[in-house]
């Protein structure tokens, strides 16, 4: 089957369709599925806006809500990721994920389901080590250090993850895996970011936490955006025994959904034509959900995950055959998910706008259903008797009784570095710290993007299909990836003025063919920034 796979949408989503909408008109191309690498940006209305980690003056809209509404719908099947630009309140009423609008399907924290087949899983966020540790504790209306840690990776995510046994075919994370750009051009993209070759010296770019699950589960497919540059890499991995057969991935970094940008690519994935179009759940994840419901927490104490040091009397959480077949027996073998979604807030109205709309803490339908069906905790629910229990004793007694045993508040960290990707100075990246990262979080701006797109023919470009290989050479001195990729039998992928080569990219332009872009913003206010407002600039 055809998967689309985008990285950065920015809330963009007209213009993702709009792009998938051209490929099948250009090209008689319809992708069955959408992946979406994070920045999603779900925002429903006002409230969800100010819960956005991004400064004030790039709080925009953009056009989730008329899908949440059901004034449209997702013309394909689209599930994401979170990353580290979203209505975090939003997304966190699923924690274990679920329907963000009809059609749109976000993994949480978390996830893996199935589609044709083929087994997808995710994980949400970005790494910060100072948060790694900790549980998911924060709740709306958030305060400026929650509004950033609420997206950040925590390490019980990553621990349910590394139970997992069976072969995963495609993997999300917004943040790439550290130490992935070895096995790519990495001359290539310090050309195109050279402010990142400090931290690829030094082997700190990225994210720990992610390396360390591609490691583990070793998929075929990895799929990354948050550096807003189009990478490529091939990881051949090591085997642990002589029987066991050699495993590679195929590693793709995407760029935002912005003009002239490399955002989307399509790829052929392998899948059984026998399986149904609905989107699954996945037998063994739900197990193990199950097997690691009591580690849940939600304080803010660090801890690390059980492991075998002789501090816990359980450490492999990884489940049996016959746990599966549990869930399955569960299910009566019907694994499909229900299509439940429920609207659980004010949809934004532009001739009624409500810039003092105040975020508030919502139990999802969907996640209550969920949980009541596999007996796992409300991890919501939780946070809210947390904070019931809380208003009577301190603090640390909460968290002390909160704690479980099975846990270890005093190990050190396993990762001694706070770096998620971005801690040198990246001018394509939005910095929260800076013009305004401290602004009042009540502040924000509500213009939706027009009504009225450009024709396709003025605001695309061509079509670039991904080619059955992503092979790439990790020597440094090569130029290209294009001598590898055309040994695989497929396009030119990286030459972008090639005659042959069909990018993949969104222009922006009126109906006389202008570009909407006209000049690069200082640190790409651009992403952002109403298209009235670029036409302007």
């Not at 940008?261 to 037998?283: K, M, T």
């Not at 332009?509 to 407002?533: C, H, L, M, P, T």
Request: aromatic residues 8%; contains cysteine.
């Amino acid at each position: 089957m055809k998967v689309a796979v985008a990285g950065c949408c920015h809330g963009a989503l007209d213009k993702m369709y709009e792009t998938l909408e051209l490929l099948q008109r250009r090209h008689n191309v319809r992708p069955d599925l959408l992946l979406c690498c994070g920045d999603f940006q779900a925002v429903r209305n006002e409230a969800d806006l100010r819960c956005m980690a991004v400064p004030a003056k790039y709080r925009h809209m953009q056009t989730f809500y008329r899908y949440y509404s059901g004034e449209k719908k997702a013309p394909v099947l689209t599930v994401f990721i979170g990353g580290n630009h979203e209505a975090s309140n939003h997304l966190q009423e699923l924690p274990y994920g679920g329907w963000v609008a009809p059609n749109i399907y976000y993994l949480g924290y978390a996830g893996v389901v199935r589609f044709r087949g083929v087994r997808i899983g995710g994980i949400s966020g970005i790494f910060k080590s100072h948060d790694y540790r900790k549980g998911h504790f924060e709740c709306p209306p958030y305060n400026q250090q929650t509004i950033r840690s609420a997206y950040h990776v925590r390490n019980i995510e990553v621990f349910k993850l590394k139970q997992l046994k069976r072969p995963i075919d495609i993997f999300m994370s917004h943040d790439w895996p550290r130490s992935i750009y070895h096995y790519g051009n990495k001359k290539q993209l310090l050309k195109m970011k050279s402010f990142f070759r400090q931290e690829v010296e030094s082997n700190t770019l990225g994210s720990p936490a992610a390396s360390e699950l591609l490691q583990h589960l070793k998929p075929t497919y990895w799929f990354s955006a948050h550096l807003h540059v189009k990478f490529a890499a091939f990881m051949q991995h090591e085997t642990n025994s002589k029987d066991e057969l050699p495993k590679a991935t195929k590693f793709l970094a995407l760029d935002k959904c912005l003009p002239h940008r490399d955002f989307l690519q399509i790829i052929d994935v392998e899948h059984d034509p026998n399986a149904g179009d609905s989107l699954e759940y996945d037998a063994e994840w739900i197990a193990v959900l199950k097997a690691t419901n009591s580690l849940v927490n939600v304080t803010q104490s660090s801890w690390n995950m059980p492991e075998k040091n002789g501090l816990h009397a359980k450490w492999d959480y990884s489940v049996t055959e016959e746990a599966i077949k549990e869930v399955l027996e569960e299910l009566n073998n019907d694994l499909k998910i229900p299509c439940n979604f429920t609207l659980t807030a004010a949809c934004y109205d532009p001739s009624k706008p409500q810039k003092n709309m105040e975020p508030i803490h919502t139990i999802n339908p969907q996640t209550t259903e969920f949980c009541a069906q596999f007996g796992l905790t409300d991890i919501n629910d939780r946070i809210q008797q947390a904070k019931e229990e809380g208003s009577g004793r301190g603090e640390c007694e909460e968290e002390e009784e909160e704690m479980d045993s099975t846990g270890s508040a005093e190990e050190p960290s396993e990762y001694n570095t706070d770096n998620s990707g971005l801690s040198s100075f990246n001018p394509d990246e939005i910095m929260l710290d800076d013009e305004g990262g401290d602004e009042d979080l009540s502040t924000c701006s509500v213009d939706p993007s027009p009504d009225h797109p450009p024709e396709f023919s003025t605001s695309f470009s061509d079509i670039r299909i991904m080619p059955d290989s992503m092979a790439v050479s990790s020597d440094d001195a090569m130029d290209s990836n294009t001598e590898e990729l055309e040994k695989s039998g497929g396009s030119k992928q990286v030459e972008e003025k090639s005659s042959t080569e069909r990018s993949l990219k969104r222009i922006g332009g009126d109906e006389n063919g202008n570009s909407g872009v006209k000049k690069i913003k200082r640190r790409n206010q651009a992403i952002y920034a109403a298209e009235d407002e670029d036409k302007t600039d």
